[in-house]
C-alpha cells in the first residue's frame, strides 16, 4: 500500500519537475515529454543542417546561443548528421499554417516547419528548451511538440513620441517580440509631442517637430518642467534598417501617422496645417521657461489631448499627409497602415470658415461626419497605393471608411460593432493590455496609472463574448500598447512589458481550452530565470 502511494507520488512530482523543465512559453499545442526523462546535448561540435531558405532560422539560433552561452553551430550539409539540429521546411499533413513539429531524441533535434516562418517559431520553442544559465553543454530535454498559432495577429506597439527611444532599444523589442512569436509591431511615430521619421518632402517635421522646449516633471499636470531641450528622430535609413531586422524575425511593422488629432508635432513644423495658422499653441501648467517666451506655435510639453489639429477644411491639409504617406509607404512594405483616428476635439473645426465650408460644400451633417471624411479621403489615397488603413475605434463615429481595420482601445464595443459591420478587428483593450499601466497597488513609480496584472493580462479572451455566432473569424488577434507619457528610459519600459509580455503570448498563441494560469506560473519559474539570462529588467512581485 505504502509502496503503491509513493510510486503514485514520485509519478505526479516526476511530471511537476518535467513540466518545470518543459515550460515552454506559449504553451504548445501538444507538448509530450518523453517517458523516462533523457535529453539531448547541444555542444561546440553540434553541427545544423537547413536549406538556404531558412537562413533566417540559422542566424537567430546562432546569434542567440553566441550571446547568451559565447558559441555558434557549424552548418553542414549532411542530412544524416546525428550531433545536428535539423531545420526543414514543406508541408505537414494534418498542421495548420504557420505549424511545426519538434522532436528532440537521442539521434539529434528535428524542427520541421509548414514554411520557413513556422520553422523559426520552431526555433524559439527550441530556446525555450535550452538551460537559463550559461553553459557550454546545453541540454534539451526529450520531448515532442506539435504547434501552430491561434490568432494570425499577435502584436505589441510602442510609443516613440511621448519619448523617444533609440534603434538599439527598439531593436531589442522586436527581438522580445520574435522569442514570444509574436508577428506585428506597432510604432507610433508621431504624435503632439514629437515626430519621429524622417520626411524628405517636409524637413521642418524633424528639424522642428522632432525636438520640444521641455518636459513636465511627475504625474500630470506636473509638479514643473525640466527645461531640458528633449527629441529625436530616425532617418530614413534608420528606420529600412529596422524594417529589415524585424522582417528577418517574421515580424511586419505597422507604422502609424496620426490624424487628425495628436498632430501638435507637426503642426509647430508647420503651422499652415492648423484651422487657425496665426493663434498660438496655449501656455499649459508647467510649460518651460523656453516655450513661455516663444511665439507661435509649439510642440507639447505635457500629455493629454489637445483641439489644435489638422484643418479638415483647407486642401493643402490632404496634401501635405498623402506626400507624408506616399513616403512611410515606400519604405513599410506592411499591408496596413495606421492613421490613428483618436481623440480628436472638434472644437476648432466647429468655428473654422474652411472647415464649415467643407461641411457644407460635402453635405455633411456634422463635425463627426467631417472626421469620417476625413479618414475616407486618407483611406482612398492608401487604398490606391495597395494598402489598407487600419485606425483606433474612433474611426467608427460618423460612419467607418469601408476597408478599414480597427483596433479597439476603448474596451471591445468598437471591436464588436466594427466585426459585426464585417470590418477586422484588432483588440488592445486598455481594461486589460495597456502596458503602461501599474503592475502594483504600491506606488513605486510614476505610471500612467490603472492596475493590470500579470493575472488580468492572462485572463484576456481576445474574442468578444457578445460577438454573434459567425463575427469571431473577424477578430484578427490582439496587441498590447505601451504609451510612453511616463516611460522615459529603456529598463522602465521593460519593467512594464514584462512579465506580462509573456502572458499575453500565450493569449494569442495558446488553443483557448489549454490556457491554464496554474500551468502558467510554473512554467513562469523558468522564464523569470530567461529574463536574467536576456539581462532584462521585469517586474516580480514579492
Ligand atoms: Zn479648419
Known amino acids: 500500500m505504502f509502496k503503491k502511494s509513493f510510486l503514485a507520488l514520485a509519478v505526479l512530482l516526476l511530471a511537476i519537475i518535467s513540466h518545470a523543465q518543459v515550460g515552454i512559453i506559449p504553451q ?4 509530450t515529454v518523453a ?31 553566441k550571446k547568451f552561452y559565447g558559441f555558434e553551430l557549424a552548418s553542414t550539409k549532411n542530412a544524416k548528421a546525428t550531433n545536428a539540429v535539423h531545420l526543414r521546411a514543406g508541408k505537414i499533413a494534418g498542421l495548420a499554417k504557420p505549424g511545426y513539429t519538434l522532436d528532440v531524441k537521442k539521434t539529434g533535434i528535428v524542427i520541421q516547419g509548414s514554411t520557413d516562418t513556422a520553422v523559426f517559431y520552431g526555433i524559439q520553442s527550441l530556446i525555450q528548451l535550452l538551460p537559463t544559465v550559461k553553459g557550454t553543454d546545453l541540454s534539451v530535454p526529450y520531448v515532442s511538440v506539435k504547434d501552430y498559432p491561434r490568432f494570425a495577429y499577435r502584436g ?27 508577428n506585428y509591431f506597432h510604432w507610433h511615430l508621431t504624435d503632439d509631442q514629437g515626430w519621429r521619421i524622417e520626411i524628405s518632402k517636409y524637413p521642418g517635421l524633424t528639424t522642428a517637430g522632432a525636438f520640444r522646449d521641455g518636459t513636465i516633471i511627475g504625474h500630470y499636470p ?21 524594417i529589415a531586422y524585424a522582417a ?19 503642426i509647430a513644423a508647420y503651422p499652415w496645417l492648423s484651422c487657425f495658422p496665426a493663434k498660438e499653441t496655449s501656455i499649459p501648467k508647467n510649460a518651460s521657461e523656453a516655450s513661455q517666451l516663444k511665439k507661435g506655435k509649439k510642440v507639447q510639453e505635457t500629455w493629454g489631448v489637445f483641439e489644435d489639429i489638422y484643418c479638415a477644411g483647407k486642401d493643402s491639409t490632404f496634401l501635405f499627409l498623402q506626400d507624408v504617406l506616399d513616403e512611410v509607404v515606400a519604405l513599410f512594405p506592411s499591408k496596413m497602415i495606421h492613421i490613428g483616428g483618436d481623440e480628436a476635439p472638434k472644437d476648432h473645426w466647429k468655428i473654422c470658415p474652411s472647415c464649415q465650408a467643407r461641411i457644407k460644400k460635402e453635405g455633411l451633417k456634422d463635425e463627426h461626419q467631417l472626421q469620417s471624411y476625413f479618414i475616407q479621403r486618407i483611406e482612398k489615397h492608401v487604398n490606391a497605393k495597395g494598402r489598407t488603413i487600419i485606425g483606433w475605434d474612433e474611426i467608427l463615429e460618423g460612419g467607418l471608411a469601408p476597408n478599414a481595420v480597427v483596433m479597439s482601445w476603448r474596451g471591445e464595443k ?8 464585417n470590418h477586422f478587428v484588432i483588440m488592445t483593450p486598455g481594461s486589460h493590455v495597456y502596458f503602461d499601466h501599474a503592475q502594483t497597488r504600491d506606488k513605486d513609480s510614476v505610471t500612467f496609472g490603472g492596475y493590470t496584472p500579470l493575472e488580468k493580462v492572462y ?75 536576456w539581462d532584462v529588467n521585469y517586474f516580480h512581485e514579492k
Open 28 to 31: 504548445p499545442v501538444e507538448t
Open 248 to 266: 528577418e524575425r517574421y515580424i511586419t511593422i505597422i507604422p502609424e501617422i496620426e490624424l487628425p488629432g495628436h498632430s501638435s508635432a507637426a
Open 156 to 182: 505589441m506597439h510602442l510609443d516613440v513620441a511621448r519619448n523617444f527611444f533609440p534603434v538599439s532599444f527598439v531593436k531589442k523589442y522586436i527581438d522580445n517580440l520574435a522569442l514570444h512569436k509574436m
Open 414 to 421: 468598437g471591436g464588436i460593432d466594427a466585426a459585426k459591420e
Open 459 to 533: 485572463s484576456y479572451e481576445p474574442v468578444p463574448a457578445e460577438l454573434p455566432a459567425g463575427k469571431e473569424e473577424y477578430v484578427l488577434g490582439a496587441q498590447a500598447n505601451l504609451w510612453s507619457e511616463y516611460i522615459r528610459y529603456d529598463s522602465k519600459a521593460e519593467f512594464q512589458i514584462f512579465p506580462r509580455m509573456s502572458a499575453l503570448s500565450e493569449v494569442l498563441w495558446t488553443p483557448k481550452e489549454k490556457r491554464n494560469w496554474e500551468k502558467f506560473q510554473a512554467a513562469m519559474i523558468r522564464q523569470f530565470q530567461r529574463y536574467d539570462l
Open 222 to 242: 506636473g509638479t514643473g518642467n525640466d527645461n531640458t531641450r528633449y527629441g529625436g528622430f530616425y532617418t530614413k535609413q534608420e528606420v529600412k534598417e529596422v
Open 35 to 65: 517517458t523516462g526523462g533523457g535529453a539531448f546535448r547541444i555542444n561546440r561540435q553540434t553541427k545544423i543542417v537547413a536549406g538556404k531558405d531558412l537562413q533566417n532560422s540559422v542566424k537567430f539560433i546562432n546569434g542567440y546561443l
